[in-house]
């Protein structure tokens, strides 16, 4: 059976039973260290609020911190994932990297795997580029790359992009858009936030020691024919709640994702902190995990006109160029 890993191509990853992850992903957590993602015991419960009253409460919330976000003309990290995929009684692991820059709707995003995971069918290592006229695909084992006039909304890479992961629920990447993976310029002209915003629900909301725990869900979609919702988890003073972690789950509750987000940092010239560490897992039907992946990322510049030059068509190692408009090889 098949396992759709973080791949931004629909590419299986075999293990013993079938899950689809999408990327952001379908992903589950399972760390113990979930820093304000467990509910907390509290007198001031909201058991259940009608949807009206949410928005009033909630929607600005979610709102507010998407239009923080919405306001990042440019950003660059990199970062490294150590990635663990189970089958049966046995685990095989590895750590993989990664590097993104994206600037207004440019973008440059490289995966590496390692080939103890390339052989599960985790895609090879990879790099795409759109450079604002033409959009490349960098086969770096082939030593190809492919261009073409038109940006490609399906982006293909064997990881998520983890800065978007918080954002989730703007994203567009189900069976309606298969791999249509989030880029900078979607925060702003979210296609699904509107009515996804509209079914914002409170699970639970708590507070102990001045500090909010809440727990929205929303409507989600459906990806290979399973409908989905989204549960996210605020937690932090009225003043300053932070998203500590989204799911998607099954419309009986059943977790098909969690991303747990944890060692949040300030990052210069960006009003909000950024989390480090992001803690990953996708689980089989059976409830058992199937992979896990965790997230270290580092060197963050935000808004910063030096990352303007990260988008020129350059590609270490590449020997053949493939024009996919004239379908034909080319000199570089």
Request: aromatic share 10%; with cysteine.
């Amino acid at each position: 059976m098949k396992i759709k890993m973080f791949q931004e191509l629909r590419l299986a990853l075999v293990v013993a039973v079938s899950i689809v992850l999408v990327c952001v992903g379908f992903l589950i957590v399972i760390s113990e260290q979930r820093t304000g993602a467990d509910p907390v015991t509290s007198p001031e419960t909201i058991s259940s609020v009608h949807v009206a009253t949410v928005r009033e409460d909630f929607f600005p919330v979610v709102e507010s911190i998407r239009k923080v976000y919405e306001g990042i003309e440019s950003l660059s990290f990199d970062g490294q994932v150590d990635i663990r995929i189970f089958s049966g009684n046995s685990q095989t692991t590895g750590n993989g990297s990664i590097e993104y820059a994206a600037q207004n709707n440019r973008y440059r995003y490289e995966t590496t795997v390692p080939e103890t995971l390339q052989q599960f069918g985790l895609m090879r290592d990879v790099e795409t580029l759109y450079d604002g006229t033409k959009y490349y695909f960098f086969d770096k084992e082939a030593r190809i790359v492919s261009f073409q006039g038109t940006e490609e909304v399906r982006l293909p890479n064997a990881l998520p992009n983890p800065f978007f992961l918080q954002l989730d629920f703007l994203g567009n990447d189900d069976d309606q858009c298969t791999n249509c993976k989030m880029r900078l310029h979607d925060i702003k002209q979210s296609i699904r936030w509107p009515k996804r915003s509209s079914t914002i629900d409170v699970v639970s909301s708590t507070i102990e020691n001045g500090v909010r725990h809440a727990v929205l869900e929303m409507e989600g979609g459906t990806v290979d024919d399973i409908e989905y919702k989204f549960r996210v988890r605020l937690v932090g003073s009225e003043s300053d709640l932070r998203i500590t972690e989204v799911s998607r789950l099954r419309l009986n509750g059943t977790p098909l994702v969690e991303v747990v987000f944890n060692d949040f940092r300030p990052v210069t010239n960006f009003s909000r902190p950024i989390p480090h560490r992001i803690e990953v897992a996708a689980r089989n039907p059976d409830g058992s995990i199937a992979l896990t992946a965790i997230y270290s990322l580092m060197n963050f510049r935000m808004n910063d006109a030096a990352i303007g030059d990260s988008f020129a068509p350059t590609f270490s190692g590449a020997e053949k160029y493939w024009n996919s408009d004239t379908k034909s090889f080319v000199q570089n």
